[in-house]
Nanobody, 122 residues
Framework: QLVESGGGLVQAGGSLRLSCAAS????????GGWFRQAPGKEREFVAA??????????TDSDSVKGRFTISRDSAKNTVYLQMNSLKPEDTAVYYC???????????????WGQGTQVTVSS
């Protein structure tokens, strides 16, 4: 089970930290990912992290480069997404996911959280 938290309403230029707490199974063999979905758009890969070694992967898009950072706390079974310098175009529902591989295709992730809304006002 994956439970996200940390979403909310923030002004442009602000920051949020999303959390994704995993329970019910050992996560060390998995990859934890963050996706987002804006209204009328497809679910978009944002970042992923390999639990066991902490290797990180980010979208090739320039949309979040240098602003978003994924990390994990193994002791807490939690993955984080630190989002800085937020822009209105970052507004979306953010989902965490877990799967065997750190890939960009959402269909390759087996477990999903319920999503948390992030709204950035201009």
């Amino acid at each position: 089970q994956l439970v996200e938290s940390g979403g909310g309403l923030v002004q442009a230029g602000g920051s949020l930290r999303l959390s994704c707490a995993a329970s019910g199974r050992t996560v060390s063999a998995y990859c934890g990912g963050w996706f987002r979905q804006a209204p009328g758009k497809e679910r978009e890969f944002v970042a992923a992290i390999r639990w066991s070694v902490g290797a990180t992967y980010y979208t090739d898009s320039d949309s979040v480069k240098g602003r978003f950072t994924i990390s994990r706390d193994s002791a807490k079974n939690t993955v984080y997404l630190q989002m800085n310098s937020l822009k209105p175009e970052d507004t979306a529902v953010y989902y965490c996911a877990a799967g065997p591989y750190c890939v960009r295709n959402p269909t390759d992730y087996n477990y999903w959280g319920q999503g948390t809304q992030v709204t950035v006002s201009s």
